[in-house]
């Protein structure tokens, strides 16, 4: 589950950075880096990194509107496989 959660992480990161959105394109870039990072951290703390991909995929749909969309949804379906994972550190 975890590595699930880093895969989806990182392809949800690196394609929102490149969402044609107007107005506010570069709190979706900024967003889209910090679910890249906390993608990176999903083998080592699930939980955290699950939290923080969930919380940049919500601003992202907030922030970017539409064109977000499927990215956002691909993050957010990472972060909840992160989080799932963190019963395998555990085992």
Not at 4 to 22: D, K, N, Q, R
Not at 50 to 74: E, S
């Amino acid at each position: 589950m975890r590595v699930t959660g880093l895969i989806l992480g990182l392809i949800g990161s690196v394609w929102g950075m490149f969402v044609p959105a107007e107005g506010l394109r570069w709190l979706v870039v900024v967003l889209s880096l910090v679910g890249l990072i906390a993608a990176c951290c999903a083998m080592a703390y699930p939980k955290n990194a699950g939290i923080i991909m969930i919380i940049a995929a919500i601003l992202g749909w907030i922030f970017g509107k539409g064109p977000f969309g499927w990215p956002g949804a691909v993050l957010l379906i990472g972060g909840i496989f992160a989080l799932s994972g963190q019963g395998e550190l555990k085992s």
